[in-house]
C-alpha cells in the first residue's frame, strides 16, 4: 500500500515571522517562496503544518 503524501507550498516571506518559525519551514524543505514539497503524512509534519498556518498552504 501506497504511503500518503501531502504538498505543502510556501505562500508568503519569512520576513517579520518568529525565529522558531522559520527553523520549521527549512524542516519542511522550504526555501523560496512558492516552493513546494511533497512530504509523507504523519503527525510531526502535520503539527509542522499546524504551527506555520499562515505561512504555508497544503494542496491536494
Request: net charge positive; glycine share 6%; proline share 2%.
Amino acid at each position: 500500500m501506497a504511503e500518503k503524501t501531502i504538498k505543502v507550498r510556501l505562500v508568503k516571506g519569512l520576513r517579520g515571522c518568529q525565529q522558531r518559525h522559520r527553523v520549521s519551514v527549512r524542516a519542511l524543505g522550504l526555501n523560496k517562496l512558492n516552493d513546494v514539497r511533497e512530504l509523507k503524512d504523519s503527525p510531526s509534519v502535520r503539527g509542522l503544518i499546524n504551527q506555520l498556518h499562515y505561512l504555508v498552504r497544503v494542496e491536494s
